[in-house]
C-alpha cells in the first residue's frame, strides 16, 4: 500500500482499549480535499521507486505542530475556565486557529531559510485588520510570544504585524509543483470547544505526492499502541503522530518522548 493511501484510508484505526476509543487516521483526509484542489497525484506503488530522505522536513513540522498544540492547550483551558460551551463565543475559537495557523508559519519559514515557503491553510487576515479586531490580534501576538518564549529555542519577539505576515503565509495557491505545506489549525473545532478531542493537522506535499503528515492530538490518550505486540506508553494524554513517504507512522508524547512506531488494524 503506498504511503499516501495508506494515511489516507478511512479503514484505518488505533485500538485504545482503556479509552474504548477509536481515533481515525482519516483525519487526513483534509489534506486530500485540499490536495485535489492544488494539483494533487497520488503516488502509486511503481512511483515510489526513489524515496526522497524528508528526515529534517519531519522533525521541522513535529516541532511546528506542538508548538501550536501548546497554544491550542492554553486557550482551551481558558474556554473551559470561563464556561464558554458552544460556537456562539466564536473568540477563543478564534484566537486558537489565528495563533495556531502564525506558529506553524512561523516554525517553518524560520526552519526551512533556505528554501521557497509555500503554505495552504484555511485564515487570513483579513478580518483581523479591521480596527474592531484589534484587541483580538494583540490577544494573538501575546498567546504567540508567550508560546515561542516557553519554548527557547526563539529569542524572538513578534509584533502584531509580524503575526498578521505570517498568517497570510498560508494563502497560497499551491499548484501541482515545487512542495507546498497544507494545514488546517485546528481540526475539530467543535470538540475543541467541548475541552473534548481536536487535532493540529499539517502535511507536506512535494512534487504534487504527498511526502510526509503530522497530526498533533492534546487531549488523546498515551494509550496501548497495539494488541498485537501489547506495546503501551505512559498513561498521560498529549499525542503527536508523524508519518513520512517510506517508514511508517509513529506516535510520541507531545513533550517529544516515548516514539513507538503504530500497528494498525485493518478490518
Known sequence: ?????????????????????????????????????????????????????YDKELQIAKK???????????????????????????S?????????????????????????????????????????????????TDLVNATLTSDGTYSITLSTQDVIACIDKGKSDGGPHGRHWVLDPIDGTKGFVRGDQYAIAL????????????????????????????QSLPSKFGCLFSAKLGDGTYMESLDGSSSKKVVCQYN
Open 1 to 53: 500500500m503506498s504511503f499516501s493511501s495508506y494515511l489516507l484510508s478511512s479503514s484505518t484505526t488505533l485500538p485504545f482499549k482503556k479509552f474504548n476509543l477509536s481515533f481515525p487516521l482519516s483525519n487526513l483526509r483534509y489534506f486530500s480535499y485540499k490536495a485535489n484542489k492544488i494539483g494533487f497525484r497520488p503516488i502509486a506503488s511503481s512511483d515510489a521507486v526513489i524515496v526522497m530522505d
Open 64 to 90: 511546528a505542530a506542538s508548538l501550536a498544540a501548546k497554544l491550542c492547550q492554553t486557550v482551551q483551558k481558558g474556554i473551559l475556565q470561563s464556561d464558554v460551551q458552544s460556537k456562539s463565543d466564536k
Open 92 to 140: 477563543p475559537v478564534t484566537v486558537a486557529d489565528y495563533g495556531s495557523q502564525a506558529l506553524v508559519s512561523f516554525v517553518l519559514e524560520k526552519e526551512l531559510a533556505l528554501e521557497s515557503f509555500s503554505m495552504v491553510a484555511e485564515e487570513d487576515s483579513k478580518d483581523l485588520r479591521k480596527e474592531s479586531n484589534q484587541e483580538t490580534l494583540k490577544r494573538i
Open 203 to 230: 502535511a507536506l506535499l512535494d512534487e504534487g505526492k504527498l511526502a510526509l503528515g503530522v497530526l498533533a492530538c492534546p487531549n488523546l490518550p498515551l494509550a496501548p499502541l497495539s494488541a498485537q505486540n501489547k
